[in-house]
């Protein structure tokens, strides 16, 4: 049975959060010093890398539900240890798991204006940008894989079909 527009983003990001958490799975056996660890040209630090994820949504989250749009990024290179980064993690995380489970169908037709980063303004659609949020997150999870690799580590296995395989189970 086809699901609606709302249930069908509501169903990305629960698949979303479900990868995030095996990911802070296997952050959390790390140390800070490999967290923190530069990898080299293209994969930097797991640090930087998971910044960036967590600041973008923190930032969209923001022009979403308050209207307000940041001049530049957080400094991605703030996170020292994995404890203080998985809190900010966990705190960004639920405000967006918030805006999700608040959503009526309507919402997804609101026009969204913000300036991004460079002080340009748009104005788009709520499910263009919920969207955005979903596509960013993935794209990012495979650099995470990346640098995981090169520590030498196995990252979780989070494709989609894995997934299904185990909300079906349920």
């Known amino acids: 049975m086809p699901l609606s527009a709302l249930d069908t983003l509501k169903h990305q990001f629960t698949y979303d959060a479900w990868a995030r958490a095996q990911y802070v799975a296997a952050l959390r056996q790390l140390t ?15 640090a930087r890398k998971w910044a960036h994820v967590t600041d973008a949504d923190m930032l969209w989250v923001g022009r979403i539900v308050e209207g307000v749009s940041p001049p530049a990024m ?7 240890t994995v404890a203080d980064f998985t809190k900010h993690l966990m705190e960004i995380g639920h405000k967006r798991a918030q805006l999700i489970a608040g959503l009526k169908e309507p919402d997804l037709e609101r026009v969204v204006v913000y300036k991004n980063t460079r002080g340009q303004e748009f ?22 894989a990346s640098c995981l690799r090169a520590l030498g580590k196995q990252p979780p296995e989070t494709d989609l079909v894995v997934w299904y395989r185990a909300v079906n189970k349920k």
Do not use: V, W
């Open 123 to 144: 104005a788009q659609p709520l499910h263009e940008l919920l969207q955005h949020l979903i596509t960013h997150n993935m794209y990012h999870r495979g650099q995470l």
């Open 32 to 46: 800070d010093e490999e967290f923190t660890r530069n990898l080299g040209p293209g994969l930097d630090s797991l």
């Open 74 to 80: 957080p400094d991605n290179a703030r996170f020292k």
